[in-house]
């Protein structure tokens, strides 16, 4: 595979999305870059965001989240890059290992590993990915608004994933771009569209 795949993180309430949606109408006319997210539009994708709103047991919501990412790959990630293709996804693997590395805690032991070892040998490791950085008080109160807060936006939780993310920092400090998420819009922007460029070359 030739192309790029840069993956956008952060906990809920970091600016990610909003900043996907910046770049998507900035590379509009770009027919080599592609834009796609986790969970995906397809089916698998539907009952991932059907298990979150359920409350659904741990390990199933987990296998539907990786099962959905399986789905991506092959329609999506992997023929994107075979094709010189420029690849952005909003959330990604990264995303797993830190939210249901926090929602596994205490059921599985040492999770957040376990679920990188699932995904070892067959998912496709970005070649860089900015990580929107955010006090877990400032994330929420940027959702609190939203019509439906859901599990994963509570401020407990999120200083674990937080966390979770900062430790894969740790583990491949080469890949990650960190953006401080709490500075003024223009200058997260101003940073992210130059790590996106930079990591296109």
Same mark, same amino acid.
């Given at each position: 595979?030739?192309?790029?795949?840069?993956? +956008?993180?952060?906990?809920?309430?970091?600016?990610?999305?909003?900043?996907?949606?910046?770049?998507?109408?900035?590379?509009?006319?770009?027919?080599?870059?592609?834009?796609?997210?986790?969970?995906?539009?397809?089916?698998?994708? @539907?009952?991932?965001?059907?298990?979150? *709103?359920? @409350?659904?047991?741990? +390990?199933?919501?987990?296998?539907?989240?990786?099962?959905?990412?399986? /789905?991506?790959?092959? !329609?999506?990630?992997?023929?994107? +890059?075979? /094709? /010189?293709?420029?690849?952005? =996804?909003? *959330? %990604? =693997?990264?995303?797993? %290992?830190? %939210?249901?590395?926090?929602?596994?805690?205490?059921?599985?032991?040492?999770?957040?590993?376990?679920?990188?070892?699932?995904?070892?040998?067959?998912?496709?490791?970005?070649?860089?990915?900015?990580?929107?950085?955010?006090?877990?008080?400032?994330?929420? =109160? *940027?959702?609190?608004? !939203?019509?439906?807060?859901?599990?994963? @936006?509570?401020?407990?939780?999120?200083?674990?994933?937080?966390? /979770? %993310?900062?430790? +894969?920092?740790?583990?491949?400090?080469?890949? $990650?771009?960190?953006?401080?998420? @709490?500075?003024?819009?223009?200058?997260?922007?101003?940073?992210? $569209?130059?790590?996106?460029?930079?990591?296109?070359?």
């Amino acid at each position: 595979m030739t192309g790029k795949l840069i993956t +956008l993180e952060g906990i809920d309430g970091s600016g990610k999305s909003t900043m996907r949606k910046r770049l998507e109408h900035h590379f509009r006319d770009d027919p080599g870059v592609i834009f796609t997210r986790e969970p995906t539009r397809d089916w698998t994708g @539907e009952a991932v965001n059907r298990a979150i *709103r359920e @409350e659904t047991d741990h +390990l199933a919501e987990l296998f539907l989240f990786v099962a959905d990412h399986a /789905n991506h790959l092959s !329609r999506t990630i992997r023929p994107a +890059l075979e /094709n /010189n293709k420029t690849v952005i =996804s909003d *959330r %990604y =693997s990264d995303s797993r %290992y830190a %939210y249901q590395g926090a929602t596994l805690n205490g059921i599985i032991n040492k999770p957040m590993e376990w679920v990188i070892e699932i995904h070892k040998g067959w998912t496709v490791v970005p070649d860089s990915t900015i990580l929107f950085d955010v006090s877990p008080e400032v994330a929420v =109160s *940027r959702v609190g608004n !939203r019509d439906h807060q859901t599990k994963f @936006e509570k401020i407990s939780f999120l200083e674990q994933v937080r966390s /979770n %993310y900062l430790r +894969l920092v740790d583990i491949q400090p080469e890949r $990650f771009i960190i953006v401080d998420a @709490e500075q003024p819009f223009s200058k997260v922007e101003q940073a992210v $569209f130059k790590a996106v460029k930079d990591n296109m070359a």
